[in-house]
């Protein structure tokens, strides 16, 4: 079965950096979008940034310039930079796969079927 494990979370004052990383398993398609989420308290889950089979990245406009996504294919695992941090990109962050397309869609979460258990990201 697919799953996915994020990891690297953790504290950090404003300015500085941190780099997620999520193992994905389970899986043998060769057309899909790995992405990246983040939910604030008391906010809806939004799109960090996503990238696809076919190599296209995408993110979001709160974060572009600071955050990078990218994925080590020889592992699996898919990787999220993160520099410049703000307090306001505080967040549980969460690692999901849509397996219908290499075509990442951020702004909605609902073709994403499968998600991993979040990694605590906290910038103050």
């Known amino acids: 079965h697919v799953q996915l494990v994020e990891s690297g979370g953790g504290s950090v004052q404003t300015g500085g950096s941190l780099r997620l990383s999520c193992a994905a398993s389970g899986y043998h398609h060769s057309a899909y979008c790995l992405a990246w989420f983040r939910q604030a308290p008391g906010k809806a889950r939004e799109g960090v940034a996503g990238?696809?089979?076919?190599?296209?990245?995408a993110a979001a406009d709160s974060v572009k310039g600071r955050f990078t996504i990218s994925k080590d294919n020889a592992k699996n695992i898919l990787l999220l930079q993160m520099n410049s941090l703000k307090p306001e990109d505080t967040a549980m962050y969460y690692c999901?796969?849509?397996?219908?397309?290499?075509?990442?869609?951020?702004?909605?979460?609902?073709?994403?079927?499968?998600w991993g258990q979040g990694t605590q990201v906290t910038v103050s």
């Open positions: 999901a796969a849509d397996l219908s397309t290499p075509r990442c869609a951020l702004v909605s979460r609902t073709s994403y079927k499968f």
């Open positions: 990238i696809g089979t076919n190599g296209v990245a």
